[in-house]
T-cell receptor, first 109, second 113 residues
Framework: DAKTTQPNSMESNEEEPVHLPCNHS???????IHWYRQLPSQGPEYVIH???SNVNNRMASLAIAEDRKSSTLILHRATLRDAAVYYC??????????FGKGTSLLVTP | EADIYQTPRYLVIGTGKKITLECSQT?????MYWYQQDPGMELHLIHY???????EKGDLSSESTVSRIRTEHFPLTLESARPSHTSQYLC????????????FGPGTRLTVT
């Protein structure tokens, strides 16, 4: 199975953009890239997903490298409520997701 | 807003007891999942189901069992609880047309004494 690599932690100031990187150098051509986040004491929450093109939704943007070996989740203006663990996920098996360790994002006022 | 529910939210129980963790969703999703997560650690898939009467084991070996008799209901059972079963159990579901967009319940935090 293709693996993802994310920094263990990142820090951002409130109201500034945040770029969360993910490397997936062994990604296959049919693997979608998914991002989830988990706020403290809650279950994970779907954020965004994409295959080749950049994607935008109300929560975030996903920028995918042309060779698909890396991607970046962009939070345009971080708020304190965005402090969470962010997971970059490829397909695991069938439709089940392999969450990995993720990046713990700290947002400071 | 996701409509997936788990009960109980917190459970403290003694060793050897049989327990069932409930998970229900009102979205009509065919696919349902159980994940296990220790504090500060990764989520691991322990069971999943693609529909009624369909259940499979996930990547993390678990002594728990599941059933899927109704689309909306996916209970998890431990026949004899042990302290090693102490963990958070998270249930999720997803639709046929968007299988990777999983909706999670709030979780059940289980402590076995």
């Amino acid at each position: 199975d293709a693996k993802t690599t994310q920094p263990n932690s990142m820090e951002s100031n409130e109201e500034e953009p945040v770029h969360l990187p993910c490397n997936h150098s062994t990604i296959s051509g049919t693997d979608y890239i998914h991002w989830y986040r988990q706020l403290p004491s809650q279950g994970p929450e779907y954020v965004i997903h994409g295959l080749t093109s950049n994607v935008n939704n109300r929560m975030a943007s996903l920028a995918i490298a042309e060779d698909r070996k890396s991607s970046t989740l962009i939070l345009h203006r971080a708020t304190l409520r965005d402090a969470a663990v962010y997971y970059c996920i490829l397909r695991y098996s069938g439709y089940a997701l392999n969450f990995g360790k993720g990046t713990s994002l700290l947002v400071t006022p | 807003e996701a409509d997936i529910y788990q009960t109980p939210r917190y459970l403290v129980i003694g060793t050897g007891k049989k327990i069932t963790l409930e998970c229900s969703q009102t979205m009509g999703h065919d696919k349902m999942y159980w994940y296990q997560q220790d504090p500060g650690m990764e989520l691991h898939l322990i069971h999943y189901s693609y529909g009624v009467n369909s259940t499979e084991k996930g990547d993390l070996s678990s002594e728990s069992t599941v059933s899927r008799i109704r689309t909306e209901h996916f209970p998890l059972t431990l026949e004899s609880a042990r302290p090693s079963h102490t963990s958070q159990y998270l249930c999720a579901s997803s639709a046929e047309i968007t299988p990777y967009e999983q909706y999670f319940g709030p979780g059940t935090r289980l402590t076995v004494t």
